[in-house]
């Protein structure tokens, strides 16, 4: 037997055949596409928001060029892909509370340089975001996307079938979020972290509902245990992948431009936020969303984020 160094084999997606109002190029196949042509200024027709949608779920990231927009833009642009969320623990735009600022500077390190999806720890975490660069470092500064959806696909059958027949906890408690809580915001508000967000057991392979793709659903920074397995099995499996995952052909890395914009499927991907950057300063702002029909974010939810991301609170 010879060593297999082959991982995926990949039929791209027939863009001619699928699209008819949007420009879609992927940068690798069936995954990140650029799209192109498109103004984020203007309404957006309901043939274009079909495609857009269908376009995420083909590509799983996509991305827009540099275009100056409004928070009321931004937000309806979310709109397009779901139902906007509350988002995450981190400061509201001014007169914005579904846009969070993710600012990074000489006084704040960077610290979302790890892999993850987004929130996995909540029993239902948000279906993607979409997310604008206002503030770029003159160097450096880009962020790196996962398929999860190829690393699954790329595994062996035996492989594949015993991990469909695994779970995993997920927890906010192994991530930087524990210490920052502690750190800005004092035991007190770690205790009452502790009491109000719970591990979360999950499938360690997800079905997309809507694409059907099969998608590995671990990461580093939220998955703590394979469930019912050995620590030691758990711990092999995890970090084997770990490293599958985030194998070159599974993965692409995005150079920003300022006020450029991305939108990622966190159902089939995981991110990196490179902090090569540091000391100088880099601001995103960003809109999650979570998917058509689940609950309306209501004022008391969105005032309950909003309140524990003043709290000091930082995790992505
Ligand atoms: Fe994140």
């Known amino acids: 037997m010879t060593l297999q160094k082959i991982p995926l084999r990949i039929e791209p997606i027939d863009i001619a055949a699928r699209y ?41 990231v996509l991305f827009f060029p540099p275009q100056q927009i409004t928070p009321e833009q931004h937000v309806a642009l979310a709109g397009v892909f779901g139902e906007i969320a509350p988002g995450a623990f981190f400061p509201r735009k001014d007169g914005h509370p579904d846009v969070e600022v993710i600012e990074f500077n000489a006084q704040r390190p960077p610290e979302i340089n790890i892999w993850h999806s987004d929130l996995t720890w909540l029993p239902e975490p948000p279906n993607g975001t979409v997310i604008q660069i206002t503030e770029l ?58 009491r109000k967000y719970k591990p979360v057991s999950r499938p360690v392979v997800r079905v997309h509902p809507e694409s059907g793709r099969k998608v590995l659903f671990v990461n580093e920074n939220f998955t703590k245990h394979i469930d019912g397995v050995h620590f030691r099995e758990s711990r092999g499996l995890l970090e084997f992948l770990r490293e599958w995952i985030v194998q070159p052909e599974f993965t692409y890395q995005h150079k920003w431009e300022p006020n450029g914009l991305a939108v990622w499927d966190n159902r089939t991907t995981q991110h990196y936020a490179l902090t090569d950057y540091w000391p100088h300063r880099r601001v995103t702002q960003r809109v999650t969303f979570n998917a058509f029909g689940s609950a309306p974010t209501t004022q008391s939810t969105r005032a309950a984020v909003v309140a524990d991301a003043r709290a000091g609170a930082i995790t992505a």
Do not use: M
């Open 137 to 194: 470092p003159a160097q450096g500064g880009n962020t790196a996307w996962a398929s999860l959806s190829k690393a699954f696909a790329a595994l062996s059958p035996g492989l594949q079938t015993y991990l469909e027949g695994l779970s995993a906890t997920h927890t906010w408690e192994i991530s930087g979020w524990r210490d920052a809580l502690e750190k800005y915001a004092g035991v007190d508000a770690l205790a009452d972290a502790l």
């Open 20 to 60: 008819h109002h949007i420009r879609s190029v992927p940068q690798q196949p069936n995954f990140a596409a650029r799209i192109e042509g498109l103004d984020l200024t203007r309404p957006i027709g309901d043939a274009v928001r079909r495609e857009l949608y269908q376009a995420l779920l083909d590509f799983e």
